[in-house]
């Protein structure tokens, strides 16, 4: 393998390959000619994330693509900032406990009639269309939609927070050329600026609702600044809508290309929830995230020096034959059906995962329920977004059998 080896158009597309290459001669690869470190296998992932004194989520830069094709950094500078998801303990035990209140299972449990409300709504405006493109009526709709509602922006411009939540993911994709990873962190700059406006309303009124209501209030009491909290819902606000969009699309993508699968999970609707796991293992909605080595350290026997930007591989982790019987398979009478990494694990475990899952199950159940049959539309090839970090269909025509 060459540094180039990991921006390959062909291996975005199409990673199995790589994967079981990586896990296979290098579950610990210092990527040649750079300060990347690639970390794939099961063991060394779930290593990795029991040190964080030896890797940080507290990044200090994200990857380009340089004019040769390979991977490279570029430091964050100031923009380094020690909130929620790019935090260690004890800052992000704090950032997790001020959030968590609005993401657990009884607040799910009341969103539940309002996130199948609206999956029936543009489930319906999928099945009215004359070319069924289900990423732009539903797979990308209802996520942003449910989490701008828990964040408390409610009333606010779905596409302008949906293409705002591209962008966060488009600036770790690390497939961007430079000048336009540099473009992308400008339009982000915006959405904080408008953020912050959200925020400091809420600050001076005391009105405001959800999550943003909580943020608010730690910031009155000074328990979190207010740049962190402005980071804090920027990162929910586009890992929300960034991990549920994937799911959905590489769900309704493995229904439509496995007619045996399609079968099974339409009759038996049991089979749905181990269904949406094992979606979440094969296809990993975030492929990575990124770590910081913050002193020289070891793991798997290889060195990294200090300085270094190391990637957990969560998506080739999630495929390690020493973890998985019949690794690339959809098998959906695992007996630990959620022992995978489609979430993380451990301190970084997602807080929005009982979220992900309760809009899929309710966007699925609704589309297998309208529907007697799904392909993919033959004459409109499904597209995906070009990214290192993102597993995210941009199209996804069907041509769908009524019931």
Known sequence: MTAASLLDPAQIDEPATLYRSLVASAPVWRVPGTSVVVVSSFAAVDEALRRPEDFSSNIRSILFRDEAGCPSTVPFGDASLDVLATADPPIHTAHRRAVFPELVARRMA??????????????????????????????????????????GFADEDPEMLLAAAFDSTAML???????????????????????GEQLDTAVTTGEADGILSVVA??????TIERDAGLVMMHTLLSAGGESTTSLLGNAVHLLATRPDLQRSVRREPDLLEPFIEETLRLESPFRHHLRHAPRATQLGGVDIPAGSTVLLLWAAANRDPAEFDRPDDVVLDRSAPRHHLGFGRGLHFCVGA??????????LAGLLERTGWLELDPERRPQRVRSLMIRRFDSLHLRITPV
Do not use: K, N, Y
Request: with cysteine; charged share 25%.
């Open 110 to 151: 009341e969103l539940r009639p309002a996130i199948e409300q609206l999956a029936e709504e543009r489930l319906g405006l999928l099945l009215d269309e004359e070319h069924p493109e289900f990423m732009g009526a539903v797979g990308d709709a209802v996520p942003i939609r449910v989490i701008s509602r828990l964040i």
């Open 173 to 195: 994709a690390g497939t961007e050329p430079l000048d336009q990873l540099m473009a992308c962190m400008a339009r982000t700059g915006e959405i904080f600026g408008w953020i």
């Open 217 to 222: 209030a730690a910031v009155v009491d000074g």
């Open 354 to 363: 009982p979220l992900a899952r309760l809009e899929a199950h309710a966007v």
